[in-house]
């Protein structure tokens, strides 16, 4: 069973802090990875996706993915109230499908 | 943008009863997906089809099962529901070769009692 890990939460940050959220893989044959972020009560939304060694940055969001270790971790620098979400990580492996991690419940306080 | 629908937001069902999810996309997607999300577990995929007349079994297929008749509709069917299968359930679609971006509908709370 190919599995996607994450601490489920809360991750509690301060208004304007940066919220690290990590994930963990089983499947060294990983080949792409994402992030979604899911607000209450809604559906998943695609923020980031990442496929080779290193960071990769969109505005205050950062991906870190090291292959090597089997991990990714999403960063969001200056977090807004707005931010507050749960955030899934998800992992292709082959063919059409992800594997999608428990989700962390990021709350950032006003 | 992107459409994808689903049936119903809410559907409460009594165990035993056969029970139809309508999933409807807009946008020409030949893949489509059927997951089930529980507080904890997070996605699970039950069933993906990527082509009309097309399905293949996710990581929970038992108790489930779909129909692709058009390219545009993916259906899941419960054929005899039971309380273990009260959850959300979320439809996706996507175009072929670009299965990480995934776009959702807005879900179906099912409660079996």
């Known amino acids: 069973q190919k599995e996607v890990e994450q601490n489920s939460g809360p991750l509690s940050v301060p208004e304007g802090a940066i919220a690290s959220l990590n994930c963990t893989y089983s499947?060294?044959?990983?080949?792409?990875f994402f992030w979604y972020r899911q607000y209450s009560g809604k559906s998943p939304e695609l923020i980031m996706f990442?496929?080779?060694?290193g960071d990769k940055e969109d505005g205050r969001f950062t991906a870190q993915l090291n292959k090597a270790s089997q991990y990714v971790s999403l960063l969001i620098r200056d977090s807004q109230p707005s931010d507050s979400a749960t955030y899934l990580c998800a992992v292709n492996n082959a063919g059409n499908m992800l594997t999608f991690g428990g989700g962390t419940r990021l709350m950032v306080k006003p | 943008d992107v459409k994808v629908t689903q049936s119903s937001r809410y559907l409460v069902k009594r165990t035993g009863e056969k029970v139809f999810l309508e999933c409807v996309q807009d946008?020409?997607?030949?893949?489509m997906f059927w997951y089930r999300q529980d507080p904890g577990l997070g996605l699970r995929l039950i069933y993906f089809s990527y082509d009309v007349k097309m399905k293949e079994k996710g990581d929970i297929p038992e108790g489930y099962s779909v129909s692709r008749e058009k390219k545009e509709r993916f259906s899941l069917i419960l054929e005899s529901a039971s309380t273990n299968q009260t959850s959300m359930y979320l439809c996706?679609?996507?175009?072929?070769?670009?299965?990480?971006?995934?776009?959702f509908g807005p879900g179906t709370r099912l409660l079996v009692l």
């Open positions: 499947d060294r044959g990983s080949q792409s």
């Open positions: 946008m020409d997607h030949e893949n």
């Open positions: 996706a679609s996507s175009l072929w070769g670009q299965q990480e971006t995934q776009y």
């Open positions: 990442i496929y080779s060694n």
